[in-house]
């Protein structure tokens, strides 16, 4: 099993940015695909973003495309969420995953979560 521990969310203006950090401890952080999900309030959880282990290949959702990148330091045991421009509608709780090499592919073989760290945008 998987720990993960995030960090980073806060309030802040509409357009304003905010980096999202989880730090991984348990198992080879490199073996692992990593995750950003997001659950906002009455809506189910939905992906953000995903890297592949070596942090060659990413993907996003349509809503973050072009505001959002993830990264990961494999030397840290740590993924990143750089989050720009941000929009009310990114207000969420967000959510770090790890999983196996499926992951990425299908989300829903992620199989380690953290315990969230909330994001308010205000406009």
């Known amino acids: 099993q998987v720990q993960l521990i995030e960090s980073g969310g806060g309030l802040v203006q509409a357009g304003d940015s905010l980096r999202l950090s989880c730090a991984a401890s348990g198992r080879t952080f490199i073996s692992l695909v990593m995750g950003w999900f997001r659950q906002a309030p009455g809506k189910e959880r939905e992906f953000v973003a995903a890297v592949s282990w070596t942090g060659g290949r990413t993907k996003y959702a349509d809503s973050v495309k072009g505001r959002f990148t993830i990264s990961r330091d494999n030397a840290k045991n740590t993924v990143y969420l750089q989050m720009n421009s941000l929009k009310p509608e990114d207000t969420a709780v967000y959510y770090c995953?790890?999983?196996?090499?499926?992951?990425?592919?299908?989300?829903?073989?992620?199989?380690?979560w953290g315990q969230g760290t909330q994001v308010t945008v205000s406009s």
């Open positions: 995953a790890a999983g196996d090499a499926g992951s990425y592919a299908n989300f829903d073989l992620f199989h380690s």
